[in-house]
C-alpha cells in the first residue's frame, strides 16, 4: 500500500486506469442484464466527453463550450458520412473522428486571443449556431421513402445508417458487443488524459499557471500547446458522439441541446476540474444519481442545478479534491 | 418608406427590451468580473411574478411590475449572499460563479416551471391597440415598453453618474483595491449591483413576455443575446452595453425582414463570432495589457 | 501613548510568511518612517493595517482599539487613511471625482467642501485640473491627487507608501515638501520608503525593515549617526 501510494503520479494512475479496466472486463460475466449493461455503455461515452473537456477546461484552463458542439460534429459526420456515402460504420466514425479534430482546430484559432468569459460565449454562440443551422433548415436534400430529409437531417434528424456489424456477430447479445467497444473507448481516452496531464502539456499548462511569467520567459507558448489540446482532446470527443449515434442508431439535435451541456459540466466540476479522476468520479455519480432522481423526474433539474451550485460553493476542487486533502 | 417604419419601431423596442437587461449584466461584470448565467431564470422570474400579481393577486399593472422588480431584486440579492459571497476573492472565482450562476438559473426555471406548468402563457400585463402612422401600426405596447426602457436607462445613468451610491459603484468597477481604501464597503456594493440588476431582469422579462408569451425558458435565447451585446460592447462597459443593445435590436429587425425570422438569431450569432476575432476585446473595450 | 501599535503581526501570501512578527509603534502627532530595501515587506506592513491582507497573527490596535479582524472599510471608518504604491486611481474619473472619493464615508462627506477647499490651497495645480480625467495626468500630479484624495477622509493617521517611487529628483523634493508640511500641521504619518537617507532628516521615528522583522529602531537623527546600519542594511 505504502508501496503504491509513493509511486510516481503518471504510473499509479496507469496502474489504476488498467486496474478498473480488468474489472470492468468482467462485470458482463458477472451480471448479464441487458439494462445495467445499457446503462454502462452510456456511461463509457459521457465519461469520455468529460474527461476530454475536463483537459481542455480543467488542465488547459481554456473556458470552451465548444465541448457538445464537437460531440455533435462526431455524431453527425458518421450519420451523413455513412447515409450519404454508404462509408462502413467503423470507418465513417475514425473519419468522423477526424473530421471533429479540423472543426476543434478552427474554433481554437477562433479563441486564441480571447479571455476567460469571452472563449465561453464564443464557443456558446458557434454551438448555438450550428444548433439553429440544423434545426431550423427546413429544404428537403433528399426524399428516401421516410419522407423529406435536409441536408442535415433537421428537427428529427439521420436514422438507419447502418450499425457496427456487432448485431450480426453476436446476435441478440449485442448490447455486450458494445459495452466494450466503450469500454476500450474509455480505456484509450482515459489512458490519454493520464499522458497528458503528466506529460510535457500538462506540465507547460501548471507552468503557466503558476507562473506564466517564468513559463514564457522558458519559451512556453500558450497558444501553442492551447491548439494542441483543442485538437487533441476533440479527437475522442469526436469519436464518442460518433459511438453514441452507432449505439443508438439516431443522430439528432438533441446531442447540441443545453442540459446536456450542463450535465456534463456538472460531471466535471461535481468530480473535480482539473483532476485526473475526478470526472469520472462526477460521470458515475451523477448518472447514478440522474437514474435515482428519474422516479421524481419533475425534481431532476432541480436537483441538479442545486448540486451544481453547491459543489462550486462548497467544494472548489470537487470531490477528487476532497479526496486529495484527507489524503495529506 | 412603410417598410422602414416597421422596421423602426420594432428595431427600437427590441433595442429597448435588451438595453434593460444587458445593462445589469454589465454593471456585474464590471464589478465583480462575474458572468452571471441565472440572468434567463431571473427574466422569466419577473415576466411570471408580473403575471401572478395581476391574476392571483389582483394587482394593478403598476404595482405588479414594482412586485416583479422586487422579485427580482431578492433573486439577485440572494445570488450574491448564497453564492458570489462565499468565493469571493477565492482561486478562479470566474470560473466558479459562472457554473454556480448556471446551476441557480436552472433551479429558478424549474421552480417556475413546477409553480406554472410547462404550457406557454400570455402575459397579463399588457396594452392592446395601437397608434396608426400611415399604414404601419405602433402597438401601444411598444410604445410603453420603449418609455419604460427609456425611463429605466436614465434613471441608472443619473444613479451612476451623479449620486455618491454611483459613483462608489464606479470606484468599484475601476479599482477595487482602491475603493476599498476608500472606505467603500465593497459587498455592500456588490449586493446592491445584483439587486439592481435583477430587477431590471425582472422589468425587461415583463416587457419580453408581453411581445412573445410566458415559458419557464423563455429567458434562454434573451440572456444569450444579452451576453453577446456586452462582449460586442466589452464587458462590463455600461454605457457601451447600452449603445450596442439599440444597434442589435434595429440590426435584428432588419435581419428578421430580410432573411427571416428562423434565420434571424443564428445571423446574428455568426456577426458577433467575427466581431469577437476581429476585435477580441469587444467593440469599445480596451486591449488589456497583461503585465507578469 | 501611542495611536497605532502593532505586536508581533504576521502576514503574508500563499505559504509564506512576508512579515514574520513586528511590533511597531506610532504616536499622535509623530512622523513614523518605515524603511527597508525593496521586497521585504514594507508594502504588506501596510496593507495588512488597512485589512487589505487579513493577518494571520499579532495585534494592530488604533487608539487601544483593535483592528485586526475588521473590514478594510471599518478600519478607514475608524481613521486609517493608506495612500497606496502607484496611487490606485480612479482612471475614468476626473480629479474632481476621485478626490471626492476620498470623502465617501458618512463622517466625511459632511466635511467634503471644506476638506476640497483645503486639498485645493495645499495642492493648487489640482485645482486647474479637477475636470481632467484622471488617466491623462502625469506621474507627479497622479501623486498629488493619491494624496489629496487621502487627506479628503481626514482620519487620525496617514500611511503613505513609497510616495517618491518612479518620479523625476525635481517632483519628489515637491511631494516630500508637501509631506513634510503636513507633517508641520501636527497630522500623524506612517511613511513607507525605500530611501532611507532621505527620509531620516524629517522622521521623529524610524524603523528598518529586513527581511520580514524590525532590524533597528530609533530616531531618525539616530539613524543618520549610526554608520553601521548603513554598512549592515543598505549595503552603503
Known amino acids: 500500500m505504502i508501496r503504491f501510494l509513493t509511486l510516481a503520479p503518471a504510473r499509479r494512475d496507469f496502474l489504476i486506469a488498467a486496474l478498473l479496466f480488468a474489472l470492468m472486463l468482467a462485470v458482463p460475466l458477472l451480471t448479464g442484464t441487458r439494462y445495467v449493461m445499457t446503462q454502462l455503455t452510456v456511461f463509457f461515452i459521457w465519461a469520455v466527453v468529460a474527461s476530454q473537456w475536463n483537459l481542455v477546461l480543467g488542465v488547459a484552463g481554456i473556458f470552451s463550450l465548444a465541448q457538445m458542439a464537437l460531440f455533435a460534429v462526431g455524431a453527425y459526420a458518421t450519420a451523413m458520412l455513412a447515409y450519404y456515402l454508404g462509408l462502413m460504420l467503423p470507418a465513417a466514425m475514425l473519419l468522423a473522428a477526424l473530421v471533429t479534430v479540423g472543426v476543434s482546430l478552427v474554433i481554437g484559432f477562433g479563441c486564441l486571443r480571447l479571455r476567460g468569459p469571452y472563449v465561453a460565449l464564443l464557443t456558446l454562440a458557434i454551438g448555438q449556431v450550428m444548433y439553429l443551422v440544423v434545426v431550423n433548415d427546413t429544404e428537403c436534400f433528399t426524399t428516401p421513402a421516410s419522407g423529406c430529409l435536409p441536408l442535415f437531417g433537421g428537427a428529427r434528424g439521420f436514422s438507419r445508417f447502418g450499425d457496427l456489424g456487432l448485431r450480426d456477430l453476436l446476435g441478440s447479445k449485442w448490447y455486450i458487443g458494445h459495452y466494450y467497444v466503450g469500454l476500450v473507448l474509455l480505456l484509450a481516452a482515459q489512458v490519454f488524459c493520464i499522458a497528458i496531464i503528466h506529460g510535457p502539456l500538462g506540465l507547460a499548462f501548471r507552468g503557466l499557471r503558476d507562473n506564466p511569467g517564468l513559463a514564457l520567459a522558458r519559451g512556453v507558448s500558450r497558444t501553442r500547446y492551447q491548439l494542441w489540446v483543442f485538437g487533441l482532446s476533440a479527437f475522442f470527443t469526436g469519436l464518442a458522439g460518433a459511438f453514441h449515434g452507432a449505439h443508438f442508431g439516431v443522430v439528432g439535435p438533441t446531442a447540441f441541446a443545453f442540459p446536456m451541456l450542463l450535465f456534463i459540466l456538472a460531471m466535471i466540476v461535481v468530480g473535480g476540474l482539473g483532476t485526473t479522476w475526478g470526472p469520472l468520479i462526477g460521470a458515475a455519480l451523477l448518472m447514478w444519481a440522474d437514474e435515482g432522481l428519474r422516479e421524481v423526474s419533475d425534481w431532476r433539474e432541480i436537483g441538479l442545478g442545486l448540486v451544481l451550485a453547491l459543489c462550486v460553493v462548497l467544494f472548489p476542487r470537487g470531490l477528487a479534491g476532497i479526496r486529495l486533502r484527507v489524503a495529506r | ?292 | 501613548m501611542s495611536l497605532l501599535e502593532l505586536s508581533g503581526l504576521r502576514a503574508g501570501y500563499g505559504a509564506q510568511d512576508v512579515i514574520r512578527g513586528i511590533s511597531l509603534s506610532v504616536a499622535e502627532g509623530e512622523f513614523a518612517a518605515l524603511v527597508g530595501p525593496n521586497g521585504h515587506g514594507k508594502t504588506t506592513v501596510l496593507r495588512a493595517i488597512s485589512g487589505l491582507l487579513r493577518a494571520r497573527g499579532g495585534q494592530i490596535l488604533l487608539a487601544g482599539q483593535p483592528l485586526t479582524r475588521l473590514r478594510p472599510d471599518r478600519i478607514v471608518a475608524a481613521g486609517v487613511v493608506h495612500v497606496p504604491q502607484g496611487d490606485l486611481l480612479f482612471p475614468g474619473m476626473s480629479v474632481l471625482d476621485n478626490l471626492r472619493m476620498g470623502a465617501c464615508l458618512p463622517a466625511a462627506a459632511a466635511e467634503e467642501k471644506r476638506r476640497l477647499e483645503e486639498v485645493f490651497t495645499l495642492l493648487p495645480k489640482l485645482r486647474d485640473r479637477q475636470g481632467q480625467l484622471a488617466s491623462t495626468l502625469s506621474g507627479g500630479e497622479r501623486r498629488m491627487v493619491g494624496i489629496g484624495r487621502g487627506l479628503m477622509t481626514g482620519g487620525r493617521i496617514l500611511m503613505l507608501d513609497e510616495p517618491s517611487l518612479g518620479l523625476a529628483p525635481i517632483v519628489i523634493d515637491q511631494i516630500y515638501d508637501l509631506v513634510q508640511q503636513l507633517a508641520k500641521s501636527g497630522r500623524t504619518i506612517l511613511v513607507v520608503e525605500e530611501n532611507a537617507v532621505r527620509i531620516a532628516d524629517m522622521a521623529d521615528r524610524m524603523y528598518l525593515l529586513d527581511n520580514g522583522e524590525i532590524a533597528w529602531a530609533g530616531t531618525g537623527a539616530g539613524f543618520l549617526s549610526s554608520p553601521e546600519i548603513f554598512a549592515t542594511y543598505l549595503g552603503g
Open chain 2, 1 to 292: 418608406m412603410d417598410v422602414a417604419l416597421q422596421i423602426l419601431f420594432s428595431g427600437l423596442t427590441l433595442g429597448a427590451v435588451y438595453a434593460v437587461s444587458t445593462i445589469g449584466l454589465a454593471l456585474i461584470y464590471g464589478a465583480l468580473n462575474m458572468l452571471n448565467m441565472a440572468q434567463g431564470g431571473l427574466l422569466a422570474l419577473g415576466g411570471y411574478m408580473a403575471m401572478w400579481a395581476m391574476q392571483a393577486m389582483g394587482f394593478p399593472a403598476p404595482l405588479a411590475a414594482l412586485t416583479a422588480m422586487a422579485a427580482g431584486a431578492v433573486a439577485g440579492g440572494l445570488i450574491f449572499l448564497l453564492a458570489a459571497r462565499p468565493m469571493l476573492g477565492g482561486e478562479g472565482f470566474e470560473t466558479r460563479i459562472f457554473i454556480a450562476t448556471i446551476g441557480i438559473g436552472l433551479m429558478l426555471e424549474s421552480l417556475i416551471l413546477k409553480a406554472f406548468g410547462p404550457q406557454p402563457q400570455a402575459q397579463s400585463l399588457r396594452l392592446d391597440g395601437g397608434l396608426m402612422f400611415g399604414r404601419v401600426n405602433l402597438p401601444w405596447q411598444n410604445l410603453l415598453i420603449f418609455v419604460t426602457a427609456i425611463l429605466m436607462l436614465a434613471g441608472v445613468a443619473l444613479l451612476l453618474g451623479r449620486s455618491r451610491l454611483g459613483r462608489a459603484i464606479r470606484a468599484t468597477s475601476m479599482n477595487r483595491e482602491a475603493a476599498q481604501l476608500m472606505g467603500v464597503p465593497i459587498r455592500r456594493i456588490y449586493l446592491t449591483i445584483l439587486m439592481l440588476s435583477g430587477a431590471l431582469a425582472a422589468l425587461s422579462g415583463i416587457m419580453i413576455s408581453s411581445m412573445s408569451g410566458l415559458l419557464p425558458n423563455m429567458g434562454a435565447d434573451p440572456m444569450l443575446k444579452a451576453f453577446i451585446i456586452c462582449v460586442v460592447a466589452g464587458l462590463g462597459n455600461v454605457p457601451g452595453a447600452a449603445l450596442v443593445a439599440f444597434a442589435i435590436g434595429m440590426l435584428e429587425a432588419l435581419i428578421q425582414y430580410l432573411f427571416g425570422v428562423q434565420y434571424a438569431f443564428a445571423i446574428l450569432l455568426c456577426l458577433v463570432i467575427a466581431v469577437l476575432i476581429w476585435r477580441p476585446q469587444g467593440i469599445f473595450g480596451q486591449k488589456e495589457v497583461v503585465r507578469l
